[in-house]
């Protein structure tokens, strides 16, 4: 059975970091590209990065660009999200989900549960 | 970037009704577009990929279609679990943008 879950959310001062990982299982793990999609409370789904399966590209939301970095280790089948010089506007539950490797079109099909970010003082 | 839009934003239907979700590109993504179903509390759920074609258990009542710039997502007759937000999603060109969302609510 796919499984992705994530963990690392929390409570963060703005301007401070966190960080976020996503474990993966029941897939190989290594073939998959995995992204990060945020949402924050009452709003809807805002696409934040993601990473090709042996971590050599990236790419990134325009909003987290140069504040963010997702890495992958593909060893401990886990992809992290490296939050910094957080802001309220960053509040949200993260996200990781798995690119169906069917065709080229690059849909998400399997998600994990999310975790919970809230930047406050 | 790509920005998508969706309309209407939400509607009202009851159980057993045809329901129809139009989703915008503001260019061409092809068919690389995807349709996804939250409901609360809940991570998203895919529907359809490339436009058109039917996520593996996914109910035939969903459908999708479109290229281009137009999209829609139809159920054929709604049913109680299809209560919920659709989203649709490009994934021709990064950021892959996601329209605003369409809540489903019952009549």
């Known amino acids: 059975e796919v499984q992705l879950v994530e963990s690392g959310g929390g409570l963060g001062q703005p301007g401070g970091s966190l960080r976020l990982s996503c474990a993966a299982s029941?897939?190989?793990?290594?073939?998959?590209?995995i992204h990060w999609v945020r949402q924050a409370p009452g709003k809807g789904l805002v696409w934040v990065s993601r990473i090709k399966s042996d971590g050599s590209y990236t790419s990134y939301a325009d909003s987290v660009k140069g504040r963010f970095t997702i890495s992958r280790d593909n060893a401990k089948n886990t992809v992290f999200l490296q939050m910094n010089s957080l802001s309220a506007e960053d509040t949200a539950v993260y996200y990781c989900?798995?690119?169906?490797?069917?065709?080229?079109?690059?849909?998400?099909?399997?998600w994990g549960q999310g975790t919970l970010v809230t930047v406050s003082s | 970037d790509i920005q998508m839009t969706q309309s209407p934003s939400s509607l009202s239907a009851s159980v057993g009704d045809r329901v129809t979700i139009t989703c915008r590109a503001s260019?061409?993504?092809?068919?690389?577009l995807n349709w996804y179903q939250q409901k609360p509390g809940k991570a998203p759920k895919l529907l359809i990929y490339a436009a058109s074609s039917l996520q593996s258990g996914v109910p035939s009542r969903f459908s999708g279609s479109g290229s281009g710039t137009d999209f829609t997502l139809t159920i054929s007759s709604l049913q109680p679990e299809d209560f919920a937000t659709y989203y649709c999603q490009q994934s021709y060109s990064a950021p892959f943008t996601f329209g605003p969302g369409t809540k489903v609510d019952i009549k």
């Open positions: 260019q061409s993504v092809s068919i690389y």
């Open positions: 989900a798995r690119e169906s490797s069917v065709g080229q079109w690059q849909p998400l099909d399997y």
């Open positions: 029941g897939f190989t793990f290594s073939s998959y590209w």
